[in-house]
């Protein structure tokens, strides 16, 4: 075969050598494309792990609404009137917005500059955030819970259970340094409460704190007398859901509930997890877009630049090329030989540009690790590097055809002539 000939090899290296500066310019130019589409691929990969990663326990089709002061008089209420989430909303919310999934209900004492729950163990004391939650909260933002504990269940809800979940920096704070506080009890403003659980505390894990106290809502009421108050609604709607309109769902109905005026944009405040992600997937999918166009564009012109050089090469050959056909090389060893030499420079060029691309991007992974920005393990998928190298070779296959027909149309006769 063609591909496996000794001789073959040799005059294809025989005429790389002939043309060293003007090969490896034009190979840089098929080297530098894919370098492009691996670097700007990977960047954009490595912005959305980054993100997935800084979000990863909270569900990615979320969003977060509260209630504030109403910035218009509406049905008779002056403007500035304060809205009171309620119990009631939830049910409400759930059972008319079906592309809602999971809805938690909270509150909370503590956060947000309010005054924080009072905290007595033994001769340790402490002010902590208190939050009362439902169990559906693990579904929106995971609660990860160390060996041995757990994190508030139904019955707790249910039988209104003083039992609490406590953070990593409340057992440090409380506890001594190898003492177990599962089945231990600690005073939650002057109320004695059964550590359940240890929560372990992650960047982007819902948006808590380390020293947070977590108790069933159940109990929270009774506990601080707030009834059927909530304090805000975290939200997770089904995926593939525009988790946009459900925001606007949410405050269109809560505003009709809470006698709001609908063009009131402040009654309802809302933070929309699901359309900052969509708009991070958007932008890196934009940015692997543009490195496919602007790879394929200057991979485009390295092989041209290939084809152009086979073709001076096939000119300055023209003699050599004619010997060859009148010793009896047929017209396909010829064109065979040709096309070979273009795809083995396009593959030789592509291997080095993804090497090279590969190199930047561990590169990029390093010393973005220690910066505060949420960018994590830039890489190319596999089927997309191999995606490129098939491309290349197709390419630089299509591109041999040209110098390869202008070798084989020389005839034997004239080539002999030509000084």
């Known amino acids: 075969m063609l591909l496996f000939s000794r001789d073959t090899w040799q005059e294809i290296f025989g005429s790389i050598r002939k043309n060293k500066a003007r090969t490896i310019i034009t190979v840089i130019g098929v080297l530098w494309g894919i370098f492009i589409y691996i670097v700007l691929s990977g960047a954009a990969k490595g912005l959305d792990n980054g993100f997935e990663e800084e979000f990863k326990d909270v569900a990615m089709n979320s969003m977060f609404a509260w209630a504030q002061q109403t910035s218009v008089p509406y049905a008779g209420f002056k403007t500035g009137r304060p809205i009171q989430l309620k119990l009631g909303d939830v049910r409400t919310l759930a059972s008319r917005i079906p ?10 004492k503590g956060a947000f500059g309010g005054e924080a729950g009072n905290v007595v163990r033994g ?7 208190i939050y009362g939650d439902f169990p559906v ?3 929106i933002a995971t609660q990860k819970i160390y060996v041995g504990g757990r994190f508030v269940n139904q019955g707790d809800i249910k039988e209104h259970r003083k039992v609490c979940v406590i953070g990593e920096r409340t057992q440090k704070e409380l506890f001594a340094k190898d003492e177990d506080p599962i089945g231990k009890f600690i005073q939650i403003d002057k ?10 505390y992650e960047e982007g894990g819902g948006f808590a704190e380390d020293d947070d106290i977590t108790i069933p809502f159940s109990t929270y009421r009774k506990l601080y007398n707030t009834a059927d108050n909530v304090g805000w609604l975290a939200i997770a709607a089904y ?18 509930i809470h006698q709001i005026a609908p063009e009131d944009e402040r009654a309802i405040g809302s933070f929309n997890l699901g359309e900052i992600f969509t708009k991070i997937n958007g932008f890196a999918k934009g940015l692997t877009f543009l490195s496919l166009v602007v790879g394929i564009a200057t991979i485009i012109a390295g092989v041209i630049g290939i084809g152009n050089i086979l073709l001076i090469s096939v000119k300055e050959r023209t003699k050599e090329l004619g010997v060859r056909r009148a010793l009896g090389a ?3 060893e010829v064109r065979g030989q040709i096309i070979l030499e273009s795809v083995f420079l396009t593959l030789i060029a592509g291997i080095f540009g993804i090497v090279l691309g590969a190199f930047v991007l561990r ?3 390093y010393v973005s690790q220690d910066a505060d920005i949420p960018y994590t393990n830039p890489t190319v998928p596999i089927p997309y590097v191999l995606g490129a190298l098939f491309l290349m070779v197709v390419l630089g296959t299509l591109i041999g055809l040209i110098p390869a027909q202008r070798a084989v149309s020389i ?4 080539a002999l002539r030509e000084e």
């Not at 001769?123 to 955030?129: A, D, E, L």
């Not at 109320?191 to 372990?200: A, E, Q, S």
């Not at 005839?411 to 004239?414: A, L, Q, T, V, Y």
């Open 99 to 108: 592309e809602i999934q999971y809805i938690a209900p909270r509150i909370v």
């Open 123 to 129: 001769q340790r004391t402490g002010s902590y955030s």
């Open 137 to 139: 909260l693990s579904k």
């Open 191 to 200: 109320v004695f409460f059964k550590v359940i659980g240890v929560k372990k």
């Open 239 to 256: 995926d593939n859901v525009d988790v946009i309109k459900v925001e606007e769902d949410v405050k269109k109905i809560l505003k009709s």
């Open 330 to 332: 047929t017209p396909s």
């Open 363 to 365: 590169g990029i992974d």
């Open 411 to 414: 005839k034997p006769i004239d």
